[in-house]
Every structure is written in C-alpha cells, then in structure tokens.
Nanobody
Framework: QVQLVESGGGLVQPGGSLSLSCAAS????????MAWYRRTPENERELVAS???????NYADSVKDRFIISRDNFQKTVYLQMSSLKPEDTAVYYC????????WGQGTQVTVSS
C-alpha cells in the first residue's frame, strides 16, 4: 500500500513563496512518474506539475516559470517550489503518481491572500 504524505502548505501573501514536500512510502519509487495536483476552492482538480522517472519536468501553463518540481529518489520524496504566488494558486495540493493511480493523501492547504 502506497502512502503519500504532503506537507509545507500555509498562508502566504501574493508574490510570496512556499515549498511543498511529499513523502512516498513505496519500495519502487524510482519506477514512478510523479506529479503534484491541486483541488481548487471550486472543487476542480488539476495537474500542476509532473516529473518522470528520468527527471523530465512538465508544468501547467498557469504555473510555468513560477513553480519547480523535483524529486529525491533516495529520500522517496517529491518537492514543489512555488514562487510569485497568486491568489488563484489557493488550493489543496496533493502528490500522486502520473497518472494518479494511488490512494490520495490528505493534501496540504496553500492559501495566497493579503
């Protein structure tokens, strides 16, 4: 059973930065493409960024040039560095495989507000 535990969210002012982490308890982590998703206040889920097992990164247009996804295969952790945050980035952020085939974690709330 894969367990995904997200952390690092919080309240930040527009233009600020946050770094999210996702610890994955899975023995074959290196074989998975991983991604960050978010569920907006309107209850829409969207793919924010993904990173393949070969470290190729892809981003949603809405976060390109502001967010950076990375992974540490030794620590079995996926990171999301977020900068120049906007109010529309407010959401609960989740990590999962890409495509999402594992049980969702509890997510971490990111609120961008002045």
């Amino acid at each position: 059973q894969v367990q995904l535990v997200e952390s690092g969210g919080g309240l930040v002012q527009p233009g600020g930065s946050l770094s999210l982490s996702c610890a994955a308890s899975v023995s074959d982590f290196t074989t998975y493409n991983m991604a960050w998703y978010r569920r907006t206040p309107e209850n829409e889920r969207e793919l924010v960024a993904s990173i393949t097992r070969w470290f190729t990164e892809n981003y949603a247009d809405s976060v390109k040039d502001r967010f950076i996804i990375s992974r540490d295969n030794f620590q079995k952790t996926v990171y999301l560095q977020m900068s120049s945050l906007k109010p529309e980035d407010t959401a609960v952020y989740y990590c999962n495989t890409d495509p999402p085939v594992r049980a969702w974690g509890q997510g971490t709330q990111v609120t961008v507000s002045s």
